[in-house]
């Protein structure tokens, strides 16, 4: 499986697709004004507690208050207030956790008022982004990323990723980071660290250990409601979590943000520094790709399958909808469960890709075209979970219930990517009704007599659908000859099959338009 990161830098941000074997598969959006990242660390402050949610509404400088729940507080919640409230009056020297003394852990069937109180500050971390109407979804329970290994302060746990397999492996790597992490901070091992060295984890230890203390350096003098600490930019975010050797090329349009991602990935991975490409063509990176024709095909209600079958795809606020349809598909009597298990798993492995493609996260139900052998049912279920097996977002998928439908949760942490296909018409501006045809031709005379007696233009030609060319020339006693008569000037017309009905431009000698 060949990877491909294809990065377009704009004004309002980037757009950043991910191809595999040449296939579309995610599309990320870094807006430029985006101040709610994922990960972004901020001095919270309470504004309202809610007993009967057991949550608090919280100021992160958001239009809405976010929303912090108590079992998003984290166990060591109270050591997180504790070290806030000793950095704030400035009692707390060491930048580490060396001399720090743990408090209890909070019990999962608590209350959030026994804890937080109102106007109180607290650190709180990015969890879920503003999606629709509602704020940020917080978490007290801080942690720091980085490519090889996650740092979570106030514990001592080293947790290891579940797909490395190999016992050997995971001794080992237990024992370098117990070896090299500092007191009280547990550590996750990400999938990535598998077959890795000592001087690479430590490293990236050291990296995490040193935005630790850019941390409690800078909690002391934040404002309320102010960011802390920030996540990286999406393009590096991207790169860290899933840069690996299946990665042919990273093409960026952009010289400043190649510069910057080419010492990122030469940082985190320095033999993989020149697949990270400068793209300089005249083309639009997209096209060049064929990226945009990919967004076009992919987004939009309808989905079309390689097979004649398609998706239709609907959304609403509690969930997403997706029907399975043979379409023109079309098979033998006597083989019609097998032609519907072979048009559900086409759209089985379309689904796994439009989940990533298009971020779509909560609930989601599929209705796959009805089958009657269980071992066709199973097979399916199997099929829909290896390929949902390449989703990076936390998910879980039910088998098929009596009624032939799947139901997928999917994690929501961004909101959804939402791309209109349909394209405005041309004729009628998208208002349904275009110019009366009968003056289109009043629309030309006045127009050509502009350019010939205000701006004197020369060896005009004039461009129309093909239906408006065959009329204009049509008879003897054409409108061609009119306008010779007219002027005094033979004005050429030239048929454009493109155009649309009532379209029409004017060209110089030059062949280029002249602007009216």
């Given at each position: 499986m060949v990877k491909e990161l294809i990065i377009n830098s704009g004004p309002q941000g980037s757009t950043?697709?991910?191809?595999?074997?040449?296939?579309?598969?995610?599309?990320?959006?870094?807006?430029?004004?985006?101040?709610?990242?994922?990960?972004?660390?901020?001095?919270?402050?309470?504004?309202?507690?809610?007993?009967?949610?057991?949550?608090?509404?919280?100021?992160?400088?958001?239009?809405?208050?976010?929303?912090?729940?108590?079992?998003?507080?984290?166990?060591?919640?109270?050591s997180l207030m504790k070290l806030t409230k000793?950095?704030?009056?400035?009692?707390?020297?060491?930048?580490?956790?060396?001399?720090?003394?743990?408090?209890e852990e909070i019990t999962k069937s608590g209350k959030i008022a026994d804890l937080v109180s109102r106007n109180m500050l607290l650190p709180v971390q990015i969890a879920k982004e503003p999606i629709s109407t509602k704020g940020p979804r917080l978490s007290a329970?801080?942690?720091?990323?980085?490519?090889?290994?996650?740092?979570?302060?106030?514990?001592?746990?080293?947790?290891?990723?579940?797909?490395?397999?190999?016992?050997?492996?995971?001794?080992?790597?237990?024992?370098?980071?117990?070896?090299?992490?500092?007191?009280?901070?547990?550590?996750?091992?990400?999938?990535?660290?598998?077959g890795k060295g000592v001087e690479e984890l430590q490293k990236d230890l050291l990296d995490l250990v040193a935005k630790w203390e850019r941390f409690t350096t800078r909690l002391k003098t934040t404002n309320p409601a102010e960011k802390v600490l920030g996540?990286?930019?999406?393009?590096?975010?991207?790169?860290?979590?899933?840069?690996?050797?299946?990665?042919?090329?990273?093409?960026?349009?952009?010289a400043a943000l190649y510069e910057e991602?080419?010492?990122?990935?030469?940082?985190?991975?320095?033999?993989?520094?020149?697949?990270?490409?400068?793209?300089?063509?005249?083309?639009?990176?997209?096209?060049h790709f064929g990226v945009d024709k990919q967004i076009k095909a992919a987004f939009?209600?309808?989905?079309?399958?390689?097979?004649?079958?398609?998706l239709v795809i609907e959304h609403t606020e509690a969930l997403h909808v997706i029907d399975v349809n043979s379409g023109n598909r079309t098979a033998s009597k006597e083989n019609q469960d097998e032609n519907a298990f072979l048009v559900n798993k086409e759209a089985a492995r379309e689904i796994?890709?439009?989940?990533?493609?298009?971020?779509?996260?909560?609930?989601?139900?599929?209705?796959?075209?009805?089958?009657?052998?269980p071992a066709n049912r199973k097979e399916l279920f199997d099929y829909l979970r290896e390929q949902m097996n390449l989703d990076r977002a936390k998910h879980t998928i039910l088998p098929p219930s009596k009624f032939g439908l799947v139901?997928?949760?999917?994690?929501?942490?961004?909101?959804?990517?939402?791309?209109?296909?349909?394209?405005?018409?041309?004729?009628?501006?998208?208002?349904?009704e275009i110019k009366a045809s009968i003056v289109l031709l009043d629309d030309v005379a006045a127009n050509l007599a502009f350019i010939i007696k205000e701006q004197n233009e020369k060896n005009i030609t004039l461009c129309v659908h093909p239906y408006i060319e065959a009329y204009i020339k049509k008879g003897i006693f054409n409108l061609q000859w009119k306008w010779f008569s007219n002027y005094g000037r033979w004005i050429k017309v030239k048929a454009e099959p493109s155009y649309h009905l009532t379209e029409f431009h004017f060209l110089n000698s030059k062949e280029e338009e002249i602007k009216l």
């Open positions: 950043i697709a991910l191809l595999q074997d040449k296939q579309l598969v995610e599309l990320n959006k870094e807006q430029v004004n985006n101040n709610y990242a994922v990960g972004d660390i901020y001095l919270g402050k309470i504004k309202k507690i809610m007993p009967g949610l057991n949550a608090a509404f919280v100021d992160v400088g958001y239009e809405k208050d976010a929303f912090l729940h108590y079992l998003d507080l984290g166990p060591q919640v109270k000793y950095i704030k009056s400035g009692n707390h020297q060491d930048k580490l956790l060396n001399n720090f003394k743990l408090e329970d801080l942690s720091i990323a980085g490519r090889f290994v996650v740092l979570v302060p106030f514990s001592d746990a080293t947790s290891i990723s579940k797909k490395i397999k190999s016992n050997g492996e995971r001794t080992r790597l237990r024992k370098i980071i117990e070896s090299i992490k500092p007191k009280n901070f547990g550590v996750i091992i990400r999938t990535v660290s598998e996540e990286m930019g999406r393009t590096s975010t991207i790169l860290r979590d899933i840069l690996n050797p299946d990665f042919a090329n990273v093409y960026i349009d952009d991602v080419r010492a990122y990935v030469h940082e985190i991975s320095p033999e993989m520094e020149k697949i990270v490409k400068h793209y300089k063509q005249k083309e639009p990176i997209f096209e939009g209600r309808t989905v079309n399958l390689p097979g004649g079958a398609y796994a890709r439009q989940l990533r493609l298009r971020d779509m996260g909560g609930i989601v139900v599929v209705d796959f075209i009805d089958m009657h052998k139901q997928i949760t999917r994690q929501r942490v961004r909101p959804e990517m939402n791309i209109i296909t349909n394209e405005k018409c041309p004729s009628c501006d998208g208002t349904g």
